[in-house]
């Protein structure tokens, strides 16, 4: 068995959440593994080591984590994308669709500067609305956006569709 497989086998499903009828993916046991969370890490920089990164951006609450060990990995800076009301000083919002509702994003304002190197990192692509509401904070920020890297890609939401397509999207672990 490889190590990209005795670390995916570690995801589990969880029918009916966050609300019923979405079967979510959950990597918090990925993440409880030294190795198969140093593993996964290291498959979602692979892709990027020779980008020139500056930032990345990691989104609420799972990208958080995977985009702290991202950006440590790829040795570069990392800003948090959150929910409303939990960034402390002036923001830009984007409110965004999900496949089971609808939510809203926030950046800190001043949190990079213009023309900075980002890559966009969450852990599961669905819908793509997610991405693309943390593509448009970039971009308010004019930053230079390279591309966005998730852990987990389910390709029959269609969330890559919503991608930018001029843009690379890296997904490490493909469902159908």
């Known amino acids: 068995m490889s190590v990209q497989t005795e670390w995916a086998a570690l995801i ?14 959950d990597i918090t046991p990925v993440l409880a593994d030294a190795a198969g969370f140093a593993a996964a890490t290291a498959a979602l920089a ?10 990345v951006l990691g989104i609420e609450s799972r990208g958080f984590i995977l985009g702290a060990a991202l950006a ?11 929910k409303p009301g939990k960034l402390p000083a002036s923001v830009l919002s984007v409110e965004y669709g ?10 800190h304002r001043d949190a ?15 819908s793509g609305g997610t991405l693309h509401a943390a593509l448009s904070l970039a971009r308010q920020q004019a930053c230079d956006v390279l591309g966005a890297a998730v852990l987990i890609e389910l390709q029959a939401l269609g969330g890559r ?16």
């Open 112 to 126: 990079l500067p213009p023309g900075t190197r980002v890559l966009i990192v969450d852990d599961v692509l669905a």
């Open 46 to 55: 692979d892709p990027w080591r020779e980008a020139g990164v500056q930032a």
């Open 161 to 176: 569709g919503r991608w930018q397509a001029d843009l690379p999207l890296t997904a490490v672990l493909r469902f159908p």
């Open 72 to 82: 440590r990995a790829l040795k570069c800076g990392f800003v948090p994308v959150r």
């Open 12 to 25: 589990r499903d969880v029918p009916d959440f966050p609300k019923p009828g979405v079967l979510f993916k």
């Open 98 to 107: 999900l496949e089971y509702g609808k939510d809203t994003l926030q950046m």
